[in-house]
């Protein structure tokens, strides 16, 4: 069974950083495309971040990029996302997905809340 | 960037009825388009991939058509378990784009 286990959320004052990780289980990790999801409170999903099997190549949300990096360690069947210069508007929770169909979210986890506020 | 755009925002259905839920697409993208069911408390579940593949384990009332820029999720008869919301996201083009979703409600 295919589970995916967040952790790292938490509250952080704007202008900070956080890290967030994803224990992957249940499926061959180093095979598969990962990414995160998030969903602020109340609100629809917004894609953030996807990387290669091989983390070759990685790709951002424009709302993300070049403040947060998604990375990945194959031999710890760990994904990674590190957040910097966090803003209000990134609180949400965020879910890991592993994609399998493609670039789509075939399983997620349950999601880690990250609050970002002063 | 590809924007979807989902109708109708709410829709409310009796039990057992069919539900038809539209997708729509700022360009095309192809039939790379995914559908994802919420429930309330829970993380999105994965319908429907290549616009009308339904993944592992999702019940046969449940079907997607379309492609280009223009696709529909059908539920043929709602059970109680599937009023929840509803997701379209392309993964055609990056970066990748969600709908605002559709929320079925019990009429």
């Known amino acids: 069974e295919v589970q995916l286990l967040e952790s790292g959320g938490g509250l952080v004052q704007p202008g900070e950083s956080l890290r967030l990780s994803c224990a992957a289980s249940?499926?061959?990790?180093?095979?598969?495309?990962m990414g995160w999801v998030r969903q602020a409170p109340g609100k629809g999903l917004e894609w953030v971040s996807s990387?290669?099997?091989?983390?070759?190549?990685?790709y951002y949300a424009d709302s993300v990029k070049g403040r947060f990096s998604i990375s990945r360690d194959n031999s710890k069947n760990t994904l990674y996302l590190q957040m910097s210069s966090l803003r209000d508007e990134d609180t949400a929770v965020y879910h890991c997905i592993l994609c399998d169909s493609g670039w789509v979210g075939d399983n997620w986890g349950q999601g880690t809340l990250v609050t970002v506020s002063s | 960037e590809i924007v979807m755009m989902q109708s109708p925002a709410t829709l409310s259905v009796s039990p057992g009825e069919r539900a038809t839920l539209s997708c729509r697409a700022s360009?095309?993208?192809?039939?790379?388009l995914g559908w994802y069911q919420q429930r309330p408390g829970q993380a999105p579940r994965l319908l429907i991939y290549g616009a009308s593949t339904r993944a592992t384990g999702i019940p046969a009332r449940f079907s997607g058509s379309g492609s280009g820029t223009e696709f529909t999720l059908t539920i043929s008869s709602l059970q109680s378990e599937d009023f929840a919301v509803y997701y379209c996201q392309q993964y055609n083009k990056w970066p990748l784009t969600f709908g605002g979703g559709t929320k079925v409600e019990i009429k």
């Open positions: 990387i290669t099997s091989n983390s070759r190549a990685a």
């Open positions: 360009q095309s993208v192809s039939s790379y």
């Open positions: 249940g499926f061959t990790f180093s095979s598969h495309a």
